[in-house]
């Protein structure tokens, strides 16, 4: 396979409509102005203790009010009082023990008494989700149906214990945390709730990996209004407000590099509502990675597409010098600015990588879901306008089966919508059959897929992907064969909102 024709294969991959990323050479004045910027920044970075094979850490979430330069004055739920959190790095074998403190006050008892999943509720209540990571999803572990409740008693907190084993063969990569709590997902990841997770193993130890300065560039998504993000209580409660793109919790950071200096960027989409198109003018991107996954050799592009829970890492090389910007989510929001300057360097690419093949066996089953917005029914409040039909399609409530619409999170019903069998190859095929402005990145939870066709045509090179972008009238084919962890888990819609207001699925994966 040649580096032109996977060219294509990440060209192919859909892009929200509106999430456009442009690069453009400013004037020699504005590298004069922006060397002078404060440096990039980097979260705080909470890795394993030596020789322990554990690393224990507390997230506290409260409201934090904080001055974001170019911003202002914000308030809004986060963890440990930062956009985004704590950088956890583990290595594979190693367990991650996380001590949740729930610092929010009360849940407002109007949501909390709410009658139908579907409506976002308990926005104080969160849970942790550990994005990608192949690990267990039940008891203390990835288990997003926990609910960490706040202190009914307000100024009181509550603390709750996750113990994340990650496996001893477990990939590389590039994850993310965040609460996945159903009803409250959306508002807070746009509160800025998320946090970079990275496994570190053998892709770090190629040579020219290793040589590379190691960046998080994580974009959280805000929508503010008043310097306060509303909680979904009505469907319209972002409408109308402008997304705040921030990496690493600054608006429009320099990033500095030498011309020929090669960089590995851990880029995260911890966003809910926008996908991202990355590019950037006068330079190729090298992408070692999708989604926690490594590539069995960088593969050259203009362009990369990041749908809301997605990552890219990319190996980047200074080109020319001069000022490049990276913008996203419309043309006029910049994500950040590289400032290509200083003694050239000659650093080199690796040509191979330790990736994971790209092949299953043949599938023995077939499974086809569809995504489906009813946008034309908004004159009440959430009136399950997103679903998923097809096959193990949620069944109409039920109430005298203790049934509702769906049935997850506090309601303990035995409901499932996708038995999957572990070591069993299965094709899936996920269509989108909303309208052109629907864009569903479709996210499974526990188990990475491959995907090797979009709207029927096949990939070239067949990618890993645990998120992957629908495109609007069109569908994504992969292949799935789920292994080692049983037990309830999880696909949906990873436009937050969507999945809040009902497109979600329960997965059992059975031995
Ligand atoms: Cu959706």
Redesign the pocket.
Known sequence: MTSLARRGVLKCLPVAAGAVMTGLAASPRAVARQETAASFPQPEIRGTAPDTGRLETRLTVGFTERMIPGVGTVTTRTYEGTIPGPTLRVRPGDSLEITHVNALPPNDAAAAAHQDMNLPHHFNTFNLHTHGMHVDPTGESDNIYRVFEPSDTAGKTTTHRSAVDVPPDHPAGTFWYHPHHHGSTATQLLNGMGGVLVVEGDVDEVPEIAAAKDVVVCINELKLADGRVPDLTSHGAYEGIVSTFLVNGAKNPVLTIAPGEVQRWRVVNAGAITAHFLSLRGHELYQIACDGITFMEPVASTGVTLPMGGRVDLLVRGGEPGTYKLSGGGPSQTLLTLVVTGEPREMSLPARLPGRPTSLPEPTRSRTLI?R?YENVFSGAFPNA?RILGDGETPPADPAAGRRDLAWGRMAVDFVNQRVRLGEVEEWTVV?D?HAH????FHLHTNHFLVTAVDNRRLATPVWHDTVG?PPNGSVTFRLRAEDFTGRSML????L???DEG?MQIVDYVS
Do not use: L, V
């Open positions: 995504f917005s997103y989108n909303s629907s864009h569903h990145p629908i949906h819609c990873h436009q909102q969507h999945g497109m």
